[in-house]
């Protein structure tokens, strides 16, 4: 029997992240609020605040944030969020809909789904090329969407000074809200961290399906290293081992005709690059928050001795 948290979280993942991706529309924010209501999306309990001074940054980090907790499937977000939400709304299963559209892992189940929906290498190699500028395109958002709610977080303590040296409120009042903001943030980081998390699998999974068509196509292979804990990841390229990284019976060759690779020595070998460099990036904005978040929101130094 098929299990009913299941079946609206699949539809969650699916449908909120795909809608969000396919437009920015403010005129749709109902539709989606009204999508969110429906599949139980508002039960997260990281949005059951709803008071929350920064809740639309909330919602949006969240929302934003569970694209990259999908499996990695060829072209398929889209389609399949539409599929789920039809069943969804229907009463059917949306669990069967969304496994028939997804085969588990990530680069390899990413190369089994993407020659099932491919038969000719060049198209594989094109798809692949745009389900990876979807990719980057998404962490750029969701980078954008935590920006927006540290800034959020950094305004609200912010006012809070400003009522305490206004006398609107007194110190015992400006230190509890200030210890609500350092909680919430400290609420906001985590949730940064798991996304961040699954943004590095997905890339890891990127770099290894890149890799995997520039060995059949004898083209350079792509390494990632990160130097130093905490610093920011370095993508080189070297030559092709022998072997493609993905051993399995189920992946075939997906070598192109000759005029056709350079799609994957440049032009996927581009969005690889971009997506590590985007992955970075949004580490980075995490570690910098970690510092506001170390350093603490304080209330100001002349107003904490008076």
Same mark, same amino acid.
């Given at each position: 029997?098929?299990?009913?948290?299941?079946?609206?979280?699949?539809?969650?993942?699916?449908?909120?992240?795909?809608?969000?991706?396919?437009? /920015? #529309?403010?005129?749709? $924010? +109902?539709?989606? $609020?009204?999508?969110? &209501?429906?599949?139980?999306? /508002?039960?997260?309990?990281?949005?059951?605040? *709803?008071?929350?001074? #920064?809740?639309?940054?909330?919602?949006?980090?969240?929302? *934003?944030?569970?694209?990259?907790?999908?499996?990695?499937?060829?072209?398929?977000?889209?389609?399949?969020?539409?599929?789920?939400? &039809?069943?969804?709304?229907?009463?059917?299963?949306?669990?069967?809909?969304? @496994?028939?559209?997804?085969?588990? &892992?990530?680069?390899?189940?990413?190369?089994?789904?993407?020659?099932?929906?491919?038969?000719? +290498?060049?198209?594989?190699?094109?798809?692949?090329?745009?389900?990876?500028?979807a990719e980057n395109a998404n962490i750029e958002r969701t980078t954008v969407a935590?920006?927006?709610?540290?800034?959020?977080?950094?305004?609200?303590?912010? @006012?809070? /000074?400003?009522?305490?040296?206004?006398?609107?409120?007194?110190?015992?009042?400006?230190?509890?809200?200030?210890?609500?903001?350092?909680? *919430?943030?400290?609420?906001?980081?985590?949730?940064?961290?798991?996304?961040?998390?699954?943004?590095?699998?997905?890339?890891? &999974?990127?770099?290894?399906?890149?890799?995997?068509?520039?060995?059949?196509?004898?083209?350079?292979?792509?390494?990632?290293?990160? %130097?130093?804990?905490?610093?920011? %990841?370095?993508?080189?390229?070297?030559?092709? +081992?022998?072997?493609? %990284?993905?051993?399995?019976?189920?992946?075939?060759?997906?070598?192109? %005709?000759?005029?056709?690779?350079?799609?994957?020595?440049?032009?996927?070998?581009?969005?690889?690059? !971009?997506?590590?460099?985007?992955?970075?990036?949004?580490?980075?904005?995490?570690?910098?928050?970690? !510092?506001?978040?170390?350093?603490?929101?304080?209330? $100001?130094?002349?107003?904490? !001795?008076?």
């Amino acid at each position: 029997m098929m299990n009913a948290s299941w079946t609206r979280n699949a539809a969650i993942a699916l449908v909120v992240s795909a809608g969000l991706m396919l437009t /920015n #529309c403010a005129t749709l $924010d +109902p539709i989606v $609020d009204d999508m969110r &209501g429906k599949l139980g999306l /508002n039960d997260d309990p990281y949005l059951s605040d *709803k008071s929350d001074i #920064c809740y639309s940054q909330r919602v949006a980090l969240s929302d *934003k944030g569970s694209t990259f907790f999908q499996d990695m499937v060829a072209g398929a977000v889209a389609a399949s969020a539409m599929a789920a939400l &039809g069943a969804a709304m229907s009463g059917g299963d949306a669990r069967q809909v969304a @496994t028939a559209a997804a085969f588990a &892992g990530l680069a390899g189940g990413y190369m089994v789904s993407l020659q099932r929906q491919q038969q000719n +290498p060049t198209l594989m190699a094109r798809t692949a090329i745009s389900d990876m500028q979807a990719e980057n395109a998404n962490i750029e958002r969701t980078t954008v969407a935590f920006n927006n709610l540290v800034n959020c977080r950094k305004a609200e303590a912010a @006012t809070i /000074n400003q009522d305490l040296r206004a006398g609107r409120i007194g110190r015992s009042t400006a230190e509890e809200r200030m210890a609500m903001v350092r909680a *919430k943030f400290r609420e906001d980081l985590n949730k940064a961290s798991q996304i961040n998390q699954k943004i590095v699998e997905r890339s890891d &999974g990127f770099v290894t399906v890149h890799n995997q068509f520039a060995v059949d196509n004898g083209q350079k292979v792509v390494e990632v290293t990160t %130097p130093t804990q905490g610093a920011a %990841p370095v993508v080189k390229t070297v030559p092709p +081992p022998k072997q493609p %990284p993905i051993q399995s019976e189920e992946v075939k060759s997906v070598e192109l %005709p000759a005029q056709d690779k350079p799609l994957v020595g440049e032009k996927m070998l581009t969005e690889v690059e !971009t997506n590590v460099k985007n992955r970075g990036a949004f580490a980075d904005d995490i570690e910098d928050a970690e !510092t506001v978040a170390s350093a603490g929101f304080s209330l $100001d130094e002349e107003q904490a !001795t008076t």
